[in-house]
């Protein structure tokens, strides 16, 4: 059995941007922007009835929502380690790994990637016996699906597989600066403020840094809790220390102009940041 490449809703006459590590997408089409998330998957099966199944599952879950799928299939342990032994480690987002397989089982198969190392895979085994969760622990696999699997297991584990790399993912941003690039945590910032049409100055609590970057460009990048308050300014909700009818005030004690327009919407957009932070829920989209 050959191994085979398929890609699921990836329109190639639009131009396309790749950019947050190969995940995040953004197609233009007809002057239209779309954003969505691209995972690269390998699925490892001996079965081709099971890569029918989960080709079928994953053009169903690309549907309606921003994620869409690269897959490559591989019909042993054998095949994917070679896979991995010519392109190198990082090369896939999820593994959805069969156990039970001829040659090397998946259990192995997870471990000698592991050891590359590539501790960043996500890797989701499906089994027909539940027992061998224990036996899988020191690869730290994501979720067990149980066959025959059902779309709607599927469907509830792959989503939530999604969101969580696309979380872990967007919580650093990339700052272009004069002296070279420097990754930030999200969380780290405080503000983001228009210097001029194509640069932007990014807010922390230690330094400022200077990007050549449109505010659209780089709220484009930004996850959770950041709003836009004024025309130039993005502020991060977590840093909030009061609002008043025209002023936003900081708790490193900078303050910035409120828009007219923005008044109502930042009293919306924090009272869900309040609310989030006390479910616990995590991410809070703003813009």
């Given at each position: 059995?050959?191994?085979?490449?398929?890609?699921?809703?990836?329109?190639?006459?639009?131009?396309?941007?790749?950019?947050?590590?190969?995940?995040?997408?953004?197609?233009?089409?007809?002057?239209?922007?779309?954003?969505?998330?691209?995972?690269?998957?390998?699925?490892?099966?001996?079965?081709?009835?099971?890569?029918?199944?989960?080709?079928?599952?994953?053009?169903?879950?690309?549907?309606?929502?921003?994620?869409?799928?690269?897959?490559?299939?591989?019909?042993?342990?054998?095949?994917?380690?070679?896979?991995?032994?010519?392109?190198?480690?990082?090369?896939?987002?999820?593994?959805l790994l069969d156990v039970e397989m001829e040659g090397i089982d998946g259990?192995?198969?997870?471990?000698?990637?592991?050891?590359?190392?590539?501790?960043?895979?996500?890797?989701?085994?499906?089994?027909?016996?539940?027992?061998?969760?224990?036996?899988?622990?020191?690869?730290?696999?994501?979720?067990?699906?149980?066959?025959?699997?059902?779309?709607?297991?599927?469907?509830?584990?792959?989503?939530?597989?999604?969101?969580?790399?696309?979380?872990?993912?967007?919580?650093?941003?990339?700052?272009?600066?004069?002296?070279?690039?420097?990754?930030?945590?999200?969380?780290?910032?405080?503000?983001?403020?228009?210097?001029?049409?194509?640069?932007?100055?990014?807010?922390?609590?230690?330094?400022?840094?200077?990007?050549?970057?449109?505010?659209?460009?780089?709220?484009?990048?930004?996850?959770?809790?950041?709003?836009?308050?004024?025309?130039?300014?993005?502020?991060?909700?977590?840093?909030?220390?009061?609002?008043?009818?025209?002023?936003?005030?900081?708790?490193?004690?900078?303050?910035?102009?409120?828009?007219?327009?923005?008044?109502?919407?930042?009293?919306?957009?924090?009272?869900?940041?309040?609310?989030?932070?006390?479910?616990?829920?995590?991410?809070?989209?703003?813009?």
């Amino acid at each position: 059995m050959e191994d085979y490449f398929s890609i699921i809703d990836i329109r190639t006459s639009c131009r396309i941007e790749i950019y947050w590590y190969n995940v995040i997408i953004r197609v233009f089409n007809k002057n239209k922007e779309e954003k969505f998330a691209l995972f690269k998957v390998a699925v490892c099966d001996d079965s081709i009835k099971e890569h029918q199944q989960l080709q079928t599952f994953f053009s169903q879950l690309s549907v309606g929502t921003s994620y869409k799928f690269e897959i490559n299939y591989f019909s042993s342990g054998e095949a994917l380690l070679q896979h991995y032994k010519e392109h190198g480690r990082y090369t896939f987002h999820v593994l959805l790994l069969d156990v039970e397989m001829e040659g090397i089982d998946g259990i192995e198969t997870a471990r000698k990637i592991r050891s590359l190392p590539d501790r960043e895979v996500q890797i989701i085994y499906t089994t027909h016996y539940p027992q061998y969760m224990i036996d899988s622990f020191h690869v730290q696999p994501f979720h067990y699906m149980i066959k025959p699997v059902e779309y709607e297991q599927f469907q509830v584990i792959m989503g939530r597989l999604c969101d969580y790399i696309n979380a872990a993912i967007l919580q650093y941003v990339i700052v272009k600066t004069d002296a070279g690039e420097i990754v930030l945590r999200a969380s780290e910032i405080i503000a983001i403020e228009k210097i001029d049409k194509r640069h932007v100055e990014v807010i922390t609590m230690e330094r400022r840094f200077t990007t050549v970057c449109t505010l659209a460009e780089f709220a484009s990048k930004l996850n959770a809790f950041f709003y836009q308050i004024y025309r130039s300014i993005i502020i991060n909700l977590e840093y909030v220390h009061k609002f008043t009818s025209d002023t936003v005030f900081m708790c490193n004690k900078e303050s910035f102009p409120l828009g007219r327009s923005y008044k109502k919407g930042i009293h919306e957009a924090y009272t869900r940041y309040r609310v989030t932070q006390f479910n616990g829920r995590g991410q809070l989209y703003a813009f």
